[in-house]
């Protein structure tokens, strides 16, 4: 709740900010969030993910990561408020959240791995869709603190956004001392019925997570790439002309549904198996694309909202539910950093590759802004479109080989 306490009030409103007011261009606005997750995924998959396999310690990391990315955090706008030159003070901000980020993927991996580490196989969809609806309540509440601050004069060059982060930070590591440290030594016993694509040999478990992962990606890449420039469309003066308040109730509408949808994941995929609900989720997500690029009323918009919510929280319990089952315990955390790989750079990258460029170029071209970014959110749609079908295709050649193995057996 804490976590995403902060990344409400932190996040929603910087892209505003460096586009209104330290003057970068829409490309420009989404390396905040495209170069520090290039970082969190290097740093994930290749120093912290080892090393908490290593040694086994999960509590230690979070917490560790936390109270120096919250150091950090503060330094970052010192720094950026000690330049008088507004542009290079963007990028100060976008190099030193970079550094930041290489302390904060400490506790990105550690929690990944401890909840498979303390919950079976079974549970760990019910878990992940709690603890995704419960950050739904501290993402209202940031955004809401965060609205009202930017809007009043107090937001990032003053610096109340970034000092109230990093006490967030400092504080969300007192709840981590009550909990387990994790480890292969507190892993639960597995239930292997749960495991809907429990299939014999390494090779084929390792064919089945790489297509996994890169469907999974495309689904991210595909929904995320809007998530820079969502608040800049809503903010357009062209467009609807929302101002920060506005833009919190809209994005807390999101919050909401994934406090809502976040209990019941554990019974969709119950209901459904893990599969069909991140194929389910996944529909959501298009329709919510497609819905927020065909709106011309505010109340459509807040629609498409509740359903990005939907789509994020039901992908968000069910993939994780499927890599876990795939994943092997011994590996747990670096094969976690490859599957955070898949969120963490769809929240900037595809900012940076997809609907950045497409915006500023059809800018370039002439085209009116709010037909640009709506262009945008419709090629977003198509590109979570591309990894569902990759996704269906899988589901289909194993359901193929199982009815063969089935067979093979009878006789």
Known sequence: MLAMFRRGLFYTFLSIYFLTFLHLTITETTLYATLPMIVSVIFQNFVWGPLSDKLQRRRTLIILGEILAGIGTILVWLVHYAISDLYIAGYVIIIGLMIVEIFWSMSNIAWSALISDLYPSSERSKIMGRLTGLGGIGRILGISIGGILYNYGFGFREGPLFIVAALVMFISTFPMLLTSEGGIHHQVEINEKDNELNNSGNEFYKNIFIIFIISLLLINFGRNSISVPYSQYLNLETGFAADSIMISWIANTRSISVLLIGFSAAFLSK????????????????????????????????????????????????????????????IRARLFGVYNTTFFLSWGLACTLI????IDALLSAGVLK??????????????????????????IILSIKKKARSKNNVI
């Not at 498409?304 to 092997?328: C, D, H, K, R």
């Not at 609907?355 to 497409?358: A, D, N, R, T, V």
């Not at 709010?370 to 589901?395: C, D, K, M, P």
């Open 271 to 330: 209901k459904l198996g893990h599969s069909r609900t991140l194929i389910l989720g996944s529909l959501i997500a298009i329709s919510a694309l497609i819905i927020t690029a065909v709106a011309t009323d505010l109340s459509i918009i807040f629609l498409g909202s509740f359903l990005i919510g939907t789509g994020e929280v039901i992908i968000y319990a069910s993939s994780y539910a499927i890599a876990s089952n795939l994943i092997p315990e011994e």
């Open 355 to 358: 609907s950045g460029p497409m």
């Open 370 to 395: 709010t037909l640009a970014y709506q262009a945008a959110f419709l090629l977003g749609a198509l590109i979570t479109l591309f990894g569902l079908v990759i996704f269906i295709s899988l589901e």
